[in-house]
């Protein structure tokens, strides 16, 4: 096979996981991992540290802030940690601001080919109160996402697919 045709089946270069650290994001992570390897794109791994929905005043705006930084740094080192491990090339980021807004100027900013992100799975009352983060860059993101539903803990396999 020539380079030419090789460089034609590299579809993803560089692939966008947005972490929260949580198992929905760890379920997204073996995703992204996977293909990384496949295709030898660069994960990103990103967590956005957003306080705005806390309402806080000045005073108690900084402890919280310090704490979802720090929170930020252990999710994304997580990333990092997998990434070497599966032997894909990583760079992390931890940023501030409205979370589905910076993960869409991330794609734009870093060149994203394809965003893994991972989903909790709500549904009615609790999805239209609590909105999806997930739904809105996937109705906003100028490349395509991915969307990996968190692994079910009743073992009943609803859960470990992947859906786009």
Do not use: C, F
């Not at 496949?38 to 956005?48: C, E, P």
């Not at 930020?72 to 760079?91: I, L, Q, W």
């Not at 870093?110 to 239209?128: A, F, K, P, Q, Y």
């Amino acid at each position: 096979m020539n380079r030419a045709v090789l460089v034609a089946y590299r579809m993803y270069d560089r692939i966008l996981l947005p972490t929260d650290g949580s198992d929905a994001s760890a379920a997204a992570l073996d995703h992204a991992l996977s293909l990384a390897s496949q295709y030898g794109a660069r994960v990103h791994g990103l967590y956005v540290v957003d306080w705005e929905p806390y309402g806080l005043v000045e005073e108690g705006k900084s402890i919280l802030v310090d704490t979802l930084h720090s929170e930020g740094a252990t999710a994304v080192a997580s990333v990092e940690e997998a990434a070497g491990s599966a032997g894909v090339d990583a760079r992390t980021s931890v940023v501030e601001g409205d979370v589905h807004r910076q993960i869409v100027d991330y794609v734009d900013e870093e060149g994203i080919d394809l965003i893994v992100m991972g989903t909790h799975g709500r549904r009615g009352l609790d999805r239209l109160i609590l909105g999806s983060v997930t739904e809105r860059v996937v109705r906003s993101s100028p490349v395509p996402v991915l969307t990996v539903r968190q692994r079910s803990s009743d073992g009943d396999g609803d859960g470990d697919g992947a859906h786009s």
